[in-house]
């Protein structure tokens, strides 16, 4: 059973358009949600969070929006720059797991078209 | 600051042969995890330590695979012996013990080809 759940396996915009990328998950004890960022031949690399007590969380480009009631997520970038273009892992952890277990989604592959 | 190191990058082995990977994580952190990330898939976790301490290992398969963290620090996972579904990249990837998001570090991985 797949606890968090990333629906599209890719999404292609057009530079400077908006990018929404979608995540759900079905574990009531998630209390932290994260958003990586993966290139080809790397590791992924951490992007942005939300705690389970907000709805709302921006950085520069980047705003993670949470709707518990749904139990999902959305990781919007505005604009997309072709930069932009990897794979875009959700993870969510469980309330009072030690420091940083986290569950991972398979991951949504951008891609930003100039 | 210097990123969690992994070695090696890539390994081929033949199907029941084994193998070992290394990480070393970054400086002060207390907490290392190893990850399988098979293609085309989300990273799964193998085995979670506390320093030096195992705290979840549930979804190590004991059965091939190893891991120790003698030290505290660098870490050592070693499969013996491989079948060809543990293809997949390792990563490995460490945290502040008291970080209150939870971010991981990851390093670049080690990709294994079992033939």
């Known amino acids: 059973d797949q606890q968090v759940k990333q629906n599209s396996p890719s999404l292609s915009v057009q530079e400077g358009r908006i990018s929404i990328l979608n995540c759900d998950y079905t574990n009531s004890m998630f209390d932290y949600f994260l958003w990586y960022k993966k290139y080809p031949a790397e590791g992924p690399t951490f992007l942005i969070s939300?705690?389970?007590?907000?709805d709302k969380n921006e950085d520069g480009r980047f705003t993670v929006f949470l709707n518990k009631s749904a139990k999902h997520l959305s990781l919007h970038i505005v604009p997309s720059q072709p930069g932009d273009s990897a794979v875009y892992f959700c993870?969510?952890?469980?309330?009072?797991?030690?420091?940083?277990?986290?569950?991972f989604g398979d991951g949504t592959t951008l891609t930003v078209k100039p | 600051e210097a990123g969690v190191a992994q070695s090696p990058r890539y390994k081929i082995i033949e199907k029941r042969q084994s193998v070992a990977f290394w990480c070393n994580p970054i400086?002060?952190?207390?907490?290392l995890y190893w990850y399988q990330q098979i293609l085309g898939q989300g990273p799964k976790l193998l085995i979670q330590?506390?320093?030096?301490?195992?705290?979840?290992d549930s979804q190590l398969p004991k059965d091939r695979f190893s891991a120790e963290r003698l030290k505290g620090v660098d870490s050592t996972l070693k499969i013996q012996p491989a079948k060809l579904e543990d293809s997949a990249v390792y990563l490995c990837?460490?945290?502040?013990?008291?970080?209150?998001?939870?971010?991981?570090?990851f390093g670049e991985g080690s990709r294994l080809t079992v033939l």
């Open positions: 990837a460490s945290s502040l013990t008291l970080s209150n998001t939870g971010e991981l570090f």
């Open positions: 993870a969510a952890r469980e309330l009072g797991t030690n420091a940083g277990k986290s569950t």
């Open positions: 939300i705690s389970s007590i907000k």
């Open positions: 400086s002060g952190h207390a907490t």
């Open positions: 330590f506390q320093n030096n301490g195992v705290v979840d």
